[in-house]
């Protein structure tokens, strides 16, 4: 057997190996994808040495169930950390190898993909990065950036509409440089994919604008080494090449249903699997050493790759002084830095605005600060304000554009957000209606998880929406962020709350944003502050040391809270308001802070927010109130529903007396 074939069938056996010992995991796709996985990595410019090369290639395997395949990959090519061991503790508590492949958890790994689907929106947001920096960087026999992006899925990702999105963008935008793999094995955990998806993807595709190939033989690695080159060759379009497998291959009985997916193969198959693909070692883990020379031969071929880009690098340096000192400016943290001592961008007019309108003066005070920032909307730029003025869109014919038109595909744009993130430096945000933060929070919770400083700018926070109605009236949206770990939610009341919200934003090294924003005007407040950096702080003090009451609001609720307060205190109450712009942050500061800002002597509170009362409860307790909404709302003028709901002075003034009685 040829040393090609025994390296193919080492990342079969190890790949059952660590599900075998684990007693947990997908043994189906590793089996039928090995031979086009190896044919992938094979042709890809990746140094293991040094895994965050700017130009490496990128491979994102959207199928992450198939992660032991990944780990296989990784160890055999020589990755930092990727052991025998680690693969031994597959699925384990602290291993390198969890069950679905984690960014910044195991070094190779380009980003998380849990979700089926979500890796095929991952490499589109690679790829527009990828083509974004080679328009800015690259210049006639000097290109820096021209890698491509690699992505792997199965059925389950094609009947995912996150895939129809994000490629249906892909073919808009020319990502000539995207080439997709569909592993067609026509099996999923239910049984055969004809009970519930028959469409023809190749025609889906090349509707999308996508070239497509197929391939009949999974195994072919010669037909499918051909299938890459020629799509290579294409420089007008994305790629889908469609590999015919068979799941769990060389899996006995097994092999090709679905029993194959999701479930150890046990003992006996695993032996009878051995015998099948002619694998002499009978022991776990055991992997020749010419096979292991193999693979340190082909990672080799990328390191060389990066040694003559470094020398291209060197004299591109030289030859283009100016643009290696913006290289330079982009990759580092002086952007943030001049954030920091820019005192124009905390600067307002003082005149009411709805703080989504603050929010687009914040991004168009940024564009000029950041040369990195890119964002966009789901086809709501007008009322999201998000558009960058003087700003170029990115298109199939400006790569240097900062805007993206991101079309109406919420859940895609959350997914092209997370790969543009992961790229390399490249601050980027995208807005919609704060409703539909629905349809896109699975990507804010895997920009959570990952760690990564995207942005989401989510207008028509509240009922102050109106006419359009509940359907369009958030609710329960901002209990739902808030609950996600290491997502930073603000709710600013005005401009200064707004810039502050965006300033941790962009400062932000590993946390997630998301701002929401009004449709209505609101009043500048004086007594806003940067102290809304801390997540909350009092914006309206008390008028002496005994506090009788204290206020907690957020956003459109703030005024109102200090307009109650001084009715309150013209009738001899001493009244501290509040302003919590971000719980999150709050939450996170010192006991100290926190007992300076809400007092544990201080039982009489009452919390007043457009929205799900369950967030405030926490700093109200069970002696205080909170003027909340826990219903859906109704289609009215907005001045009307916030009448309808309890939002007015008149009943703010009351619920505070009720509770100093």
Not at 170 to 175: Q, R, Y
Not at 216 to 222: L, R, S, W
Not at 494 to 507: G, K, V
Not at 518 to 539: D, F, H, V, W
Request: net charge negative.
């Amino acid at each position: 057997m040829s040393i090609v074939q025994n390296s193919i069938n080492a990342l079969r056996v190890l790949s059952v190996d660590q599900i075998q010992k684990a007693n947990s995991g997908h043994p189906g796709l590793p089996l039928g994808c090995a031979p086009l996985a190896y044919t992938i990595w094979s042709k890809m410019n990746i140094n293991p040495k040094n895994p965050k090369w700017i130009n490496r290639d990128r491979f994102v395997l959207s199928g992450g169930h198939g992660s032991s395949l990944l780990y296989s990959l990784l160890h055999l090519f020589g990755f930092d950390g990727m052991s025998i061991d680690e693969l031994k503790n597959f699925r384990q508590d602290g291993s390198k190898t969890p069950g679905h492949p984690e960014y910044a958890h195991t070094v190779g790994v380009e980003i998380s993909t849990g979700p089926l689907g979500a890796g095929m929106s991952n490499a589109v947001g690679l790829a527009i990065a990828e083509q974004h920096l080679s328009g800015v960087f690259n210049e006639e026999d000097y290109k820096l950036i021209d890698h491509y992006t690699y992505v792997l899925g199965g059925d389950g990702c094609m009947m995912e509409g996150i895939t129809s999105e994000a490629m249906s963008l892909a073919g808009t935008l020319k990502l000539s440089k995207l080439i997709v793999f569909y592993d067609s094995n026509k099996i999923s955990i239910e049984g055969n994919t004809d009970t519930a998806f028959n469409e023809d993807v190749q025609k889906r595709f090349e509707a999308f604008g996508f070239q497509t190939i197929v391939v009949n033989d999974g195994n072919d690695i010669e037909q499918i080494a051909k299938a890459i080159d020629e799509v290579k060759a294409n420089k007008e379009q994305p790629s889908l090449i469609i590999v015919k497998t068979v799941i769990g291959y060389g899996a006995g009985k097994k092999a090709g249903t679905a029993s194959v997916h999701g479930e150890p193969l046990g003992q006996e198959l695993v032996k009878e699997l051995r015998a099948n693909l002619n694998w002499s070692n009978e022991e776990p883990f055991v992997v020749d050493k010419q096979i292991y020379d193999h693979y340190k031969d082909l990672a080799q071929k990328g390191a060389d790759c990066e040694e003559k880009w470094n020398k291209l690098f060197d004299e591109y340096s030289k030859k283009f002084p100016e643009k290696r000192a913006k290289w330079d400016e982009f990759f580092s943290d002086k952007y943030i830095k001049d954030l920091e001592k820019n005192e124009e961008f905390w600067q307002y007019t003082d005149k009411p605005n709805a703080t989504r309108g603050s929010s687009g003066e914040v991004i168009n005070k940024l564009k000029n600060i950041f040369e990195n920032l890119m964002g966009g909307s789901a086809d709501l730029a007008p009322s999201n304000k998000t558009l960058m003025n003087d700003v170029d869109y990115f298109s199939d014919t400006n790569r240097t554009g900062r805007n993206i038109h991101f079309g109406v595909r919420e859940l895609a744009m959350g997914g092209i957000m997370n790969g543009i993130a992961v790229h390399s430096n490249i601050k980027i945000f995208g807005g919609t209606f704060f409703v539909f933060s629905d349809y896109i929070k699975p990507m804010i919770r895997l920009a959570a998880l990952m760690g990564l400083p995207t942005t989401y700018v989510l207008t028509h926070d509240s009922i102050g929406v109106g006419e359009d109605g509940p359907t369009h009236e958030p609710i329960e949206q901002l209990a739902m962020l808030r609950t996600v770990p290491n997502l930073n939610v603000f709710r600013p009341c005005d401009y200064t709350e707004t810039a502050a919200a965006y300033y941790s934003a962009m400062t932000s090294v590993s946390t997630p944003t998301a701002i929401a924003l009004t449709r209505q005007n609101l009043r500048q407040i004086p007594a806003s502050s940067k102290e809304a950096l801390k997540g909350g702080y009092i914006i309206r003090k008390e008028k002496d040391n005994n506090i009788d009451l204290i206020i907690i609001a957020s956003g459109s609720e703030v005024a109102l809270a200090i307009d109650s307060a001084d009715i309150l205190e013209k009738e001899g109450k001493s009244v501290r308001v509040v302003s919590v712009p971000c719980m999150d942050i709050f939450d996170n500061q010192p006991k100290e802070y926190k007992e300076k800002i809400l007092p544990n002597s201080v039982r009489t509170r009452l919390g007043v927010e457009a929205g799900s009362s369950l967030c405030m409860s926490k700093y109200v307790g069970l002696d205080g109130i909170v003027i909340g909404i826990d219903t859906f709302g109704a289609s009215a003028p907005a001045d009307t529903l916030f009448k309808k709901y309890g939002f007015t002075v008149e009943n703010v003034v009351s619920k505070s007396k009720e509770l100093m009685q």
